[in-house]
T-cell receptor, first 110, second 114 residues
Framework: GESVGLHLPTLSVQEGDNSIINCAYS??????FIWYKQESGKGPQFIID?????DKRQGQRVTVLLNKTVKHLSLQIAATQPGDSAVYFC?????????FGKGNQVVVIP | DAGVIQSPRHEVTEMGQEVTLRCKPI?????LFWYRQTMMRGLELLIY????????DSGMPEDRFSAKMPNASFSTLKIQPSEPRDSAVYFC????????????FGPGTRLLVL
């Protein structure tokens, strides 16, 4: 069936290793950022968010880093598990509008 | 909460037929969004509603697409007539009250137009 990730940048990670997914955003006025995870056949699911007055935020096994100087956002996943295999999207919110990136596919190798 | 509910989950139809996709947002959410996802274009916003009123439909591809929200718990996206290039996954999402904040997505409707 159709796969969202066929033409996306792909990160292959060994199970247990840490993953880092990067995202460049374009709108310097964006003040809120979200990471979504989309598993095959499902809708995007919220993972973690961060506001522009912060540069780091941690969740369970995930950390989001924000560098406003270079307009860069990253998602770090600690101890990657097979269930982390998915497409990950960043989204930026500025001027009261949410814009999604193209996505990055993460493949976890057991 | 059941989350955003979409139906049908899969739809196969022939070119020229009318297609209706349905969405029930999370109760209490004031914003409802319709997206289309393809490999080539990624996730595209088609239209969104605030308190049942369409606010921005600039993402709707053409007049063959229409969307309605007759009440706070139901919305439809209709394609008439459908074309093969409309084949995609269509997502509905809702949001509690701020346009630019986190959106909660449904499972999507996978549409194939032959």
């Amino acid at each position: 069936g159709e796969s969202v990730g066929l033409h996306l940048p792909t990160l292959s990670v060994q199970e247990g290793d840490n993953s880092i997914i990067n995202c460049a955003y374009s709108n310097s006025a964006s003040d809120y950022f979200i990471w979504y995870k989309q598993e095959s056949g499902k809708g995007p699911q919220f993972i973690i968010d961060i506001r522009s007055n912060m540069d780091k935020r941690q969740g369970q096994r995930v950390t989001v880093l924000l560098n406003k100087t270079v307009k860069h956002l990253s998602l770090q996943i600690a101890a990657t598990q097979p269930g982390d295999s998915a497409v990950y999207f960043c989204a930026e919110s500025g001027n009261n509008r949410l814009a999604f990136g193209k996505g990055n596919q993460v493949v976890v190798i057991p | 909460d059941a989350g955003v509910i979409q139906s049908p989950r899969h739809e196969v139809t022939e070119m020229g037929q009318e297609v209706t996709l349905r969405c029930k947002p999370i109760s209490g959410h004031d914003y409802l969004f319709w997206y289309r996802q393809t490999m080539m274009r990624g996730l595209e916003l088609l239209i969104y509603f605030n308190n049942n009123v369409p606010i921005d439909d600039s993402g709707m591809p053409e007049d063959r697409f229409s969307a309605k929200m007759p009440n706070a718990s139901f919305s439809t996206l209709k394609i008439q007539p459908s074309e093969p290039r409309d084949s995609a996954v269509y997502f509905c999402a809702s949001n509690p009250g701020l346009r630019g904040e986190t959106q909660y997505f449904g499972p999507g409707t996978r549409l194939l137009v032959l």
